[in-house]
């Protein structure tokens, strides 16, 4: 008996240990992510301007916001920001993986030369794209220097400041035209493709290390295998490196849709949501109604928009879990 309540004494103090050197995070997730969600949840149900007392207001902010034009048009731009960056990042990771993976002379340089701009701090690579995207930049001269090549003339373009869509350019390409009042027929504008490259070149080389890291995992008996079977080189790349790179790309797809889906520090250093609304998104919307940017303090209105977006970050998330987790099982 002596024994046993020897064994329950230590066992309850090494749990009385373990909630103290846990407690410090305890205490500030309780504080500072619980706490604050519920904090926020209170202020969307209120109108506050920061300095008044909050005043009730229910639902209206929320149905305030589903009405609101600029808020839907922020959904759709990252909606296409996110289905084009999200390839092309991936695409453009797991091409220079397999190149950097071969053993080629300065391996190790590019790799570091390659990664460099991943840890480079977002205000500076925006200030960087900033001078190249001038009218007067240097992407307007490389341009400039290829149309002279081929005997033609480059008309200089503001690339930061054109918003005009994709679409509507391929339609006027053919002698149509859309109307910017129907902003959601235009695409993804030229400024927001500008800021999409930006993206992608910052962003690919954080994915390509970790498809790197997956093709050491393969194994080589695979390759030697299919070689002697007469296998190309390329096929395979499409029945052995792609099938055995399925879950870390799929892990490179979710982390970039979450990424995309709260992108805003490109959009608060270059353009501030405009030309004319076609860089808007969701986060600097919130941003800028809860600190009244431009225009009166709503907090409580951005609060509303906070929670709709993580309703929508939410519902993918479970998605991703739901469907494509289980496909990666057999893997």
């Not at 300065?106 to 190249?132: C, D, E, H, N």
């Not at 993804?188 to 800021?195: G, L, N, R």
């Not at 080589?220 to 079977?229: C, G, Q, R």
């Not at 609304?277 to 431009?294: A, C, D, F, K, R």
Request: glycine letters at 8%; one cysteine or more; proline letters at 4%.
């Amino acid at each position: 008996m002596k024994k046993q309540s020897s064994l329950s004494e230590m066992k309850k103090r090494e749990e009385i240990a373990a909630y103290v050197f846990l407690s410090p995070y305890l205490l500030a997730t309780l504080v500072f992510t619980i706490g604050m969600l519920l904090f926020a949840l209170y202020i969307s149900l209120h109108d506050w301007n920061l300095f008044q007392s909050p005043e009730f207001a229910g639902v209206k902010n929320y149905i305030k916001a589903f009405r609101s034009e600029d808020f839907r048009r922020g959904f759709l731009n990252i909606a296409w920001y996110t289905l084009i960056v999200v390839f092309t990042q991936t695409f453009v990771a797991v091409f220079m993986a397999v190149i950097l993976f071969k053993p080629i002379p300065g391996k190790q340089f590019f790799r570091t030369f390659f990664y460099a701009p991943s840890v480079t701090s977002s205000v500076v690579i925006s200030m960087i794209f900033i001078w190249l995207y001038l009218k007067t930049g240097y992407i307007n001269l490389l341009f400039g220097k290829v149309a002279e090549i081929f005997g033609g003339e480059w008309q200089n373009v503001e690339w930061l400041n054109k918003p005009d869509g994709l679409f509507q350019l391929l339609a006027r390409g053919v002698g149509g035209d859309i109307e910017y009042g129907k902003w959601y027929l235009h695409g993804p504008s030229v400024t927001w493709m500008a800021i999409m490259v930006q993206a992608v070149y910052t962003t690919s080389p954080t994915f390509m290390i970790m498809f790197l890291a997956a093709l050491v995992n393969i194994p080589s008996s695979l390759y030697e295998s299919a070689s002697i079977d007469g296998a190309s080189s390329w096929k395979q790349f499409w029945k052995i490196t792609m099938p055995m790179l399925r879950p870390i790309t799929l892990l490179v797809v979710v982390l970039g849709t979450m990424g995309c889906i709260q992108m805003f520090d490109y959009v608060k250093l270059m353009t501030a949501g405009g030309p004319l609304g076609t860089t808007l998104v969701p986060v600097y919307q919130i941003y800028t109604e809860t600190l009244g940017i431009n225009g009166p303090i709503r907090a409580g209105y951005g609060a509303a928009m906070a929670f709709i977006l993580a309703v929508v970050i939410f519902a993918l998330t479970y998605i991703q879990r739901k469907f494509i987790e289980e496909k990666t099982e057999q893997y």
